[in-house]
């Protein structure tokens, strides 16, 4: 594969921006998903009656809020492999 | 008590021993262990490869553009005639990547209709093993549907335990070890048709209970709502985060343990990524895209 520098330069600053996409959009899901979490093992504390109710409250929720670090995911790959 | 032997441990031992022989014989990451028949005879063997795992995600991911850079053109099956008609209504062939999409769509749909004759041609008063699985989904779904559209909108569980049930037979087929085999919803066009579908179910419920004419003044009408604009871009990213979501995570995850798995040699930890971006996400997933769908549309029969 032989590119010309200006193709080089494009390719390079495209890897670079899928490394900060990723890196960045990371870690709001991070910590959105370990606050449910953590609100999942108080709810369970306090009334572990319902434990599976909030288990699967807490995956749902961590499914969606997810959602911003799956979109972050996608234009990595598209900056990885479109260019 | 006599201790009975299990048939089933020896095969399993043999397996084993003959994986632990063949990953100490296979040496290093550049070469590799070739086993097999070549001009009749028994071969095994060390050889040098070439491995790129750029062009294996090109291969695996994108194989239009793989076919396009090595210069494979796809072979034409059937007579000329055929193939002149088609060209002539539909243009250019299609190219390879869609017809896997839609084969392993037909796939996915053979499954479900032999799974639906199969558990109706077997239906019992004292449920059987998989008749109870199946039961157990749908009492479940019924029961949410229940809870968030109330007791006279029941008649929406098919379509929601239909969605639940193909998205998830959708992302279970690609951890069937057959080479080809893929989830269809690792492509975009699957999880935004669905979207799609979601959304035009959602404004056929808002139609049905407020009337047309009410409900697109919401749209239109910016005396009435003066974020109307607003609305329609809403209802555009609707369709993006439900299936970019399903879309993103599906990939994002045969992604991962194709490269993980590279790294290994196909040992046993590509066993444990399966069941964890296979199983648990897929089937997450799928919960949670049924579960959008509903709340979408009890958001426009609460209004």
Same mark, same amino acid.
Do not use: H, Q
């Given at each position: 594969?032989?590119?010309t520098l200006a193709q080089g330069i494009v390719k390079a600053s495209a890897l670079l921006g899928a490394?900060? $996409?990723? *890196?960045m959009g990371a870690l709001g899901p991070g910590v959105g998903e370990g606050f449910v979490a953590g609100?999942? $093992?108080? *709810?369970i504390a306090r009334s572990p009656e319902n434990a599976s109710l909030i288990t699967r409250t807490m995956l749902v929720g961590q499914a969606v809020s997810e959602s911003t670090g799956i979109y972050s995911l996608v234009i990595a790959l598209l900056l990885i492999f479109s260019t | 008590m006599a201790k009975k032997k299990n048939?089933?441990?020896?095969?399993f031992l043999i397996f084993f021993i003959i994986e632990i022989i063949l990953v100490f014989l296979s040496g290093n990451f550049s070469r590799q262990l070739q086993v097999g028949f070549e001009n009749k005879k028994?071969?095994?063997?060390n050889i040098e490869f070439h491995y790129d795992l750029q062009d294996e995600i090109t291969?695996?991911?994108q194989i239009d553009e793989y076919n396009r850079q090595n210069n494979i053109t796809p072979d034409v099956y059937g007579s000329e005639k055929i193939y002149d008609l088609f060209k002539r209504f539909f243009g250019a062939p299609t190219a390879l990547g869609t017809f896997q999409l839609l084969r392993m769509i037909l796939i996915v749909d053979i499954v479900l209709l032999f799974m639906a004759l199969y558990i109706r041609k077997h239906l019992l008063a004292r449920p059987s093993k998989s008749q109870l699985i199946f039961e157990l989904i749908y009492t479940s779904l019924e029961e949410f549907v229940t809870e968030t559209l109330g007791k006279e909108k029941a008649n929406y569980t098919p379509y929601i335990v239909t969605l639940f049930i193909f998205i998830w037979v959708c992302n279970m087929i690609g951890m069937i070890p057959i080479p080809g085999f893929m989830e269809p919803t690792r492509n975009l066009n699957v999880p935004l048709g669905l979207g799609f579908m979601v959304v035009i179910v959602v404004h056929f419920t808002a139609i049905k209970m407020k009337g047309a004419w009410k409900h697109f003044q919401n749209y239109i009408n910016p005396i009435k709502n003066p974020l109307c604009l607003l609305d329609i871009v809403g209802e555009m990213s609707k369709v993006v985060s439900i299936s970019f979501r399903l879309f993103g995570n599906i990939l994002g995850g045969a992604i991962i343990i194709l490269v993980v798995s590279s790294l290994v040699s196909f040992v046993v930890f590509p066993v444990?990524?399966?069941l964890f971006f296979g199983m648990f996400v897929g089937t997450i997933q799928a919960f949670v895209f049924t579960m959008l769908?509903?709340?979408?549309?009890?958001?426009e029969i609460s209004e």
């Open positions: 594969m032989d590119l490394g900060l $996409c990723m *890196g609100k999942a $093992c108080e *709810g | 048939p089933m441990l020896k095969i028994f071969v095994l063997r291969e695996e991911f444990g990524l399966n769908a509903l709340t979408y549309i009890g958001v």
